[in-house]
């Protein structure tokens, strides 16, 4: 088997609209397809499948995995997202490796903001 490519990747929600004020108001991604139970974003190369488990069959929970968010300056978007009411988990934690500040979206699925230092 050879993979190619991730197509999507998915976020729970139990309530759409809100969902979608979210990702797209506070977070600022476009909508790239819509539906009745669900909606696609896209930012880089990377679609965000936002869906409603229950139309489907599938009870709801949030993610706690994590998708992270790659941003040129954690501290500076950051202070964006606070300054719209986001909550974030706790101090920026740096690394070795990179800086990262965890959140949760409104259903409270785990999104990181996240910058390599490589990078």
Not at 24 to 43: D, I
Not at 53 to 62: K, N
Not at 95 to 119: E, I, S, Y
Request: one cysteine or more; hydrophobic letters at 45%.
């Amino acid at each position: 088997m050879q993979v190619e490519r991730v197509d999507f990747v998915s976020v729970l929600t139990q309530d759409l609209p809100r969902a979608k004020r979210f990702y797209t108001e506070t977070l600022g991604l476009a909508v790239e397809t819509e539906g009745e139970s669900e909606l696609e974003l896209r930012f880089g190369q990377v679609t965000l499948d936002v869906f409603d488990p229950s139309s489907i069959g599938q009870a709801f929970a949030p993610s706690p995995a994590g998708i992270a968010l790659r941003v040129e300056d954690v501290d500076a978007v950051r202070a964006e997202l606070e300054a719209k009411g986001v909550a974030f988990d706790g101090d920026t934690i740096v690394t070795g490796v990179c800086k990262q500040a965890w959140f949760k979206d409104p259903d409270g699925n785990a999104l990181m903001l996240h910058r390599r230092f490589d990078a």
